[in-house]
């Protein structure tokens, strides 16, 4: 994994501008910090920080290839998973390889195949390609937007880079956020809608699209989107077809050369990617397993089981180490740590995130490195397979609005009025919400109910799983861990895409078609156990701490949350007690201490960045 950054422009002379691109790439090196690099042409500029994971010298970028009078420059941040077959059809087709990278595979495929290239991959990847003849640029992102990628078009120029703080970094991208980007903060974040960069301009190229720019302009067009089919499978060949297309994409994403483990939770979802994990390390003589768990000071005595978090995780992880023989570390986060990361949270993301949920797994990660490079995760398992409590809820799925945006009058209620124009927070909600609605891939006459099924399960692929996925590439990304998802493989999700509500949740169970093709494959109290979020801290410490940082910034008159917030309301919720804050606002872990803290980081961003308000 890599950070990318670049910048064509057709009036300026790029070769004289190397410091502007090193200073794009430079933000990206804790993305990737074991080398970086930069190509200058006449309109075109690239940079690299590299994260070495397969091929440790050969895959050095950027990488420039010449076939007869052309040259092709590629800069690359992500991983191929069938690089060896699409290696082997490449060299039937005559092309040679002098590296065994991935990178080369890419590039070489782009030569081959040009943008068409994009329908062969398979991994998690965004890539620039400058074809020099052609004066023209090509970007890609993968299937489901593991793999993030910015850009910002300028009069005859065009900016990209990994992250915003790339393309923030170039001198002409001012930090500058309208009515709309603040709308985007305060009514959907920590989520944003497909596409949007939140900063006036910028943009972010949507997953399974590319994008060409070239002197006609810039355009862009989807190369994959699911589509929808009747599914003609019974129970039991639903469930093996589940069980083997999870164990392939498990096998295939060891790939690596460089230490990999698995993150275990001792839910359903961690577990079954470790056992079939385990079983390639035993297949293959790689020694044992090394899994990794999260948990933190104080929960032993703190933890109280609800609706969204039923029991704690640790015996479910003993029974999965004890029955796989992993070699086993946990990770106790200590509420202080836990608090002063929030900032540095906020600066990985670029934007105020997920509060307490981005800043644990940023310091999860930073322990993992320790011993691994690369880690698998169950990521998304439950917007793919249906497992989160708002599937369930018929008042949850059956509305008008995402079920994961909660108590927006009441948080509206905290800010300046007009503080976003003309633009009210529950028209702005249900307008992304109906323009996503109507998107959603059809198949002609699906039963009412299995269709606003199929609405719920689009919903969460594009939003609620896109916020995680953030999370989840920039805070292990910034540790300089590669976190892969095999969910997230398009071969797994086109097929549950069609599985019908009745087979989805065989046995009456939510996940149950996942649960049914696990028999066997785990431990059948981990099979059976109810779905647990991320674990998150519940030492009432940690709500007196935010607490009482945020009332200490608002004490400062020159705090920027007086331009958004009302100072005298957001102290009255501040001063309440932890339990009268309430439920979630924000998925399932986003509860009042975590939306003091998600105002703590929206004052560390408005600063840092010295976002003008516009």
């Known amino acids: 994994m890599c950070g990318i950054a670049g910048w064509v422009d057709w009036e300026k002379d790029l070769s004289q501008h190397g410091p502007v691109v090193e200073a794009m790439t430079a933000p990206l090196a804790e993305r990737g910090p074991d080398a970086g690099g930069t190509w200058l042409s006449a309109h075109c500029a690239f940079g690299h920080r590299r994260l070495a994971v397969v091929d440790l010298v050969g895959g050095v970028q950027p990488m420039v290839r010449r076939r007869g009078d052309r040259t092709y420059v590629l800069v690359y941040n992500g991983q191929l998973y069938n690089t060896d077959e699409l290696r082997a059809e490449l060299t039937a087709r005559g092309h040679a390889f002098t590296t065994q990278s991935d990178t080369e595979v890419l590039l070489v495929a782009y030569i081959e195949w040009g943008p068409a290239c994009t329908e062969r991959l398979n991994g998690i990847y965004a890539f620039a390609v400058w074809d020099e003849a052609e004066q023209r640029l090509f970007l890609a992102r993968d299937r489901f937007g593991v793999k993030p990628l910015f850009y910002k078009e300028m009069g005859r120029s065009l900016v990209f880079g990994s992250e915003l703080k790339a393309l923030l970094a170039h001198p002409l991208v001012r930090p500058e956020v309208d009515a709309e980007g603040l709308a985007e903060i305060l009514y959907l974040g920590p989520s944003r809608t497909p596409g949007h960069g939140v900063f006036r301009g910028v943009r972010e190229l949507l997953p399974g699209y590319w994008l060409i720019y070239d002197r006609r302009g810039l355009r862009t067009q989807p190369y994959w989107r699911l589509e929808s089919r009747p599914h003609t499978d019974g129970p039991a060949e639903t469930a093996e077809r589940v069980r083997e297309l999870l164990r392939a994409a498990v096998h295939r994403q060891l790939v690596a050369d460089v230490p990999v483990a698995t993150l275990l939770s001792g839910g359903v979802d961690s577990s079954a990617i470790t056992a079939f994990a385990a079983e390639v390390f035993r297949a293959e ?48 986060i200590d509420t202080p740590e836990l608090v002063a990361a929030l900032t540095k949270a906020t600066l990985i993301r670029d934007l105020p995130g997920m509060a307490d949920v981005d800043a644990s797994l940023y310091l999860f990660c930073r322990e993992i490195k320790k011993g691994a490079t690369v880690v698998l995760s169950g990521e998304c398992a439950d917007e793919v397979f249906g497992g989160y409590p708002w599937f369930h809820q018929p008042a949850l799925h059956a509305g008008g609005s995402f079920p994961w945006v909660r108590s927006l009058a009441e948080r509206t209620a905290l800010l300046q009025p007009g503080v976003t124009g003309n633009i009210t927070a529950d028209e702005y909600v249900a307008q992304r919400y109906s323009d996503t609605v109507a998107s959603v891939p059809r198949l002609p006459g699906e039963e009412p109910e299995e269709a606003r099924r199929r609405e719920m399960f689009y919903l969460n692929l594009c939003w609620f799983m896109a916020t995680l996925l953030d999370r989840n590439d920039r805070m292990s990304m910034a540790a300089g861990v590669e976190a892969r998802v095999p969910v997230c493989d398009h071969h797994l999700v086109e097929y549950v895409w069609n599985i019908p509500w009745s087979l989805k949740t065989y046995g009456g169970r939510e996940k149950g078609i996942l649960r049914e093709a696990l028999r066997g494959v785990v431990p059948e109290a981990v099979r059976i156990r109810r779905k647990s979020p991320f674990p998150k801290t519940h030492n009432p410490d940690y709500f007196r701490m935010v607490r009482d940082l945020l009332l200490s910034l608002l004490d400062d008159p020159a705090c920027r949350l007086h331009e958004i917030v009302r100072a005298d ?24 201490p975590q939306y003091l803290a998600y105002l703590i980081q929206l004052e560390v961003w408005l600063r840092h960045y010295k976002v003008v308000l516009v």
């Open 569 to 592: 309301r957001v102290r009255a919720l501040a001063e309440q007690e932890q339990e009268a804050t309430g439920l979630p606002w924000f998925g399932q872990l986003m509860a009042g």
């Open 285 to 332: 003589g790689r020694g044992p397993l090394h899994t990794w768990s999260i948990d933190y000071a104080g929960n032993d005595r703190h933890f109280r089981a609800h609706a969204f978090q039923p029991d704690p995780d640790r015996p479910f992880v003993q029974t999965m180490v004890d029955t796989l023989g992993t070699v086993h570390h946990d990770v106790i």
